[in-house]
């Protein structure tokens, strides 16, 4: 059964500072990676895609990195903000679409 | 495009009663899912369809019901609710389910079953 951990469970950093957020799963046959941001009481926004074939993908001062092999994924943030302050989640995409989620790392960044 | 709306935001169910959780989308996505959320624990599917008139069972289907009559609406229904279905539910979308696409989240449902 595909298992998904992130390490840390939360975050706290001042302005400023690059961070990187793990992701872990303990079975290698997956389509694709998504990392998500959940805001307290909101839904899922999708940050990154990465398809088991590629190493990384970028969308600003977002970088998400994906090693099949071992298992895990990074997810690195440049030069954080207040902003940035949320939970971030990452799901692997087992088959048919169907995600197996982490618990989350949740993030506060302090101006 | 509104994406992927749900409806009620909020709601409180005694034990026992029944109710359904909407869930709607305008992208002509054919995938479409349930999930629910609960503290401590990663999201976790309940249902999903992967077209109208298909449906099939997640990691934790006991206790709901789906159905698929159309490719905007994808409704769960409670037939008789437990306080153990307490959580907040989301529904997603994407399209094509035999690509590795995109999943579009809707802003959840909070229940709490008393």
């Known amino acids: 059964k595909q298992e998904v951990t992130q390490i840390p469970a939360a975050l706290s950093v001042p302005e400023g500072e690059n961070l990187v957020l793990n992701c872990s799963f303990t079975d290698s046959a997956i389509y694709n990676l998504q990392w998500f941001r959940q805001d307290p009481g909101k839904g899922l926004t999708s940050l990154l895609l990465i398809q088991s074939s590629q190493r990384e993908q970028t969308s600003g001062r977002l970088n998400a990195s994906l090693d099949k092999s071992s298992g895990r994924s990074t997810l690195y943030i440049a030069a954080s903000q207040p902003g940035d302050s949320a939970t971030y989640l990452c799901?692997?995409?087992?088959?048919?679409?169907?995600?197996?989620f982490g618990t989350g790392t949740r993030l506060l960044v302090s101006p | 495009n509104a994406g992927v709306t749900q409806t009620p935001k909020f709601q409180v169910l005694k034990t026992g009663q029944s109710m359904t959780l909407q869930c709607a989308q305008d992208?002509?996505?054919?995938?479409m899912s349930w999930y629910r959320q609960d503290p401590g624990m990663g999201l976790r599917l309940i249902h999903y369809s992967v077209g109208a008139g298909i449906t099939d069972q997640g990691e934790v289907p006991n206790g709901y019901n789906v159905s698929r009559s159309t490719t905007e609406d994808f409704p769960l229904r409670l037939l008789s609710a437990a306080p153990s279905q307490t959580s907040v539910y989301f529904c997603?979308?994407?399209?094509?389910?035999?690509?590795?696409?995109?999943?579009?989240f809707g802003p959840g449902t909070r229940l709490t079953v008393t």
């Open positions: 799901a692997v995409n087992t088959g048919f679409q169907k995600l197996v």
């Open positions: 992208m002509n996505h054919e995938y």
């Open positions: 997603a979308s994407s399209t094509n389910p035999g690509t590795s696409n995109e999943q579009y």
